[in-house]
């Protein structure tokens, strides 16, 4: 464009200054027409082109931009989709919080019923022992049966409806009447096969096939030993239970009369077994009822007795000894054969002899350091004489102290047992109270004449220090006349 322009400049300024024809210059002028007709042409086409791109600029531009809205759009819903899924996740995690939470409460749950199903099993299991005889095989099974249960099936449900049957079963077991034939393990022997009649859990007859009758007792005692099952010896009543248990077994119900042991003590259990009581039984049988208090009890008065015969020989052997060594030196100093009375002395034993001794030896001197002398041999002697007698009066007063502890013990036995099964069963409450007595009445056995010994054994030193004292004076008094 800007060569055309010069070009056009560039004709115009020829055309004055040029001395050629007309018909030349018309044809230059022509040709500068036809080049500036081009030029002109170009140009248009030129600003045609940049027109169009400017305006497929400005159309790119607009797509751009709606284009660049679009993509905004796209981005905001995107960002507002994001927004809402991340709100749902959010939301879920959430909700899978709650979820496990509650998941964690169910199994705080679970365990808590399944650790308090477990103890009252367990507690069940353990009364076991208690349990009759005939039936704790059965009920140990049912018992394994629901311990295991809830472990393998997350049942509480059935397993609560179970032991409710199981109990319910119990229940009605102990408290009916029913005649059967079964295996039966007695106390000492095997086992054995027999007919029984039970009564409820309160006692049963079982008789084998040899005719041996078999009574399922009550102790009174507690835990594994409640239930006893020992052998029918009285005469009389092994005959009468051998005619009438056939016929409860043909009749499924008793008739007639039912020996009964109402009193079910130890007396009545001698009586069934054809038995008497013997002292050493009776005593062994107190001991038992005592408690583990009544080992002490036993000890303190063994340990008493020796004390006593210790003191005992001690005291009244000194008395006799010292009798003895007085009159001998008195009846030497008679004859006054003073160093016959020294030489005894000097070869007897005992507080006596050195007391004398040192007399004897400061006869003639001072009997003010005589008197000293003696003093502090009667003040060396009083250890020994006293040695054991304060032990006595321990015992005497230990000995209530552990019948009290042992009455204390009875009565915690006695409320247990109350505790347990009620007191609805005087038997229990019996075992109890025996055992409160017993103790109470041993320890007092134990005390009353440890403590009369120890009075009798605290004057006879007391006479014999008497009598240390008044032979010495008496020497005294021989061998120093003039004081």
């Known amino acids: 464009m800007r060569r055309i322009f010069l070009l056009a400049l560039c004709a115009c300024a020829s055309l004055p200054a040029a001395d050629k024809t007309d018909l030349t210059r018309q044809r230059e002028l022509d040709r500068a027409k036809a080049v500036l007709d081009a030029t002109r042409d170009s140009l ?84 076991l022992r208690e349990a009759f005889p005939l039936d704790r095989e059965q009920r140990r099974k049912d018992l394994e049966s629901m311990r295991r249960d809830p472990v393998l099936n997350k049942n509480s449900a059935g397993v609560l409806s179970n032991y409710i049957a199981y109990v ?44 041996s009758i078999f009574l399922i007792r009550q102790t009174g005692s507690l835990g594994a030993g409640r239930y006893a099952i020992s052998p029918v010896g009285d005469p ?7 005619a009438a248990i056939p016929d409860w077994v043909e009749h499924q119900r008793p008739t007639g009369l039912v020996p009964v042991d109402v009193l079910q003590n130890a007396q009545s259990r001698l009586l069934i077994a054809g038995k008497r009581e013997s002292s050493g039984q009776r005593f062994v049988r107190q001991i038992k009822a005592g408690g583990a208090v009544m080992v002490p009890l036993l000890l303190l008065p063994v340990w008493a007795l020796v004390l006593v015969l210790h003191k005992a020989v001690q005291v009244y052997g000194r008395r006799r000894r010292y009798r003895t060594q007085y009159a001998q030196v008195m009846g030497k100093l008679d004859k006054n054969d003073f160093d016959g009375a020294l030489a005894y002395a000097r070869q007897g034993a005992g507080c006596m002899a050195r007391l004398m001794q040192i007399c004897l030896e400061r006869r003639g001197g001072d009997i003010g350091g005589a008197q000293q002398a003696m003093r502090r041999r009667i003040t060396q002697e009083l250890p020994a004489l ?5 032990t006595l009066a321990v015992i005497a007063g230990a000995a209530p102290l552990l019948g009290l502890l042992g009455t204390i013990s009875g009565m915690i036995t006695l409320f247990a047992a109350v505790t347990h099964f009620g007191t609805g069963d005087p038997k229990f409450l019996a075992g109890g109270i025996s055992e409160a007595l017993i103790t109470a009445k ?36 021989r ?3 003039e004081r």
């Open 386 to 390: 006293n040695r054991n007698l304060n």
């Open 44 to 127: 248009q086409n030129e600003i045609a082109a940049r027109w169009r791109d400017r305006q497929r600029a400005v159309a790119q531009r607009e797509s751009d931009k709606e284009e660049l809205d679009r993509r905004r759009d796209e981005q905001e819903r995107v960002y507002n989709d994001f927004a809402r899924v991340k709100e749902e996740c959010f939301a879920m995690e959430r909700s899978l919080d709650d979820a496990r939470t509650e998941r964690q409460q169910r199994l705080d749950e679970w365990d808590y019923i399944a650790t308090a199903l477990d103890e009252v099993l367990t507690k069940e299991a353990d009364g």
């Open 236 to 242: 009389k009543l092994t005959a009468s239970l051998r």
């Open 479 to 481: 061998l120093w006349p």
């Open 168 to 211: 319910t079963s119990g229940c009605n077991a102990g408290s009916a009447m029913r005649i059967s034939r079964q295996t039966v393990l007695p106390d000492d022997g095997d086992a054995q096969m027999m007919s029984v009649a039970r009564f409820g859990d309160v006692f049963g007859y079982g008789m084998t096939e040899s005719g």
């Open 442 to 477: 041993t320890g007092l056995a134990v005390a009353i004449p440890t403590l009369f010994i120890h009075d009798i054994l605290r004057n006879s030193k007391d006479r014999l220090l008497a009598d240390m004292e008044r032979y010495a004076t008496a020497l005294l008094d």
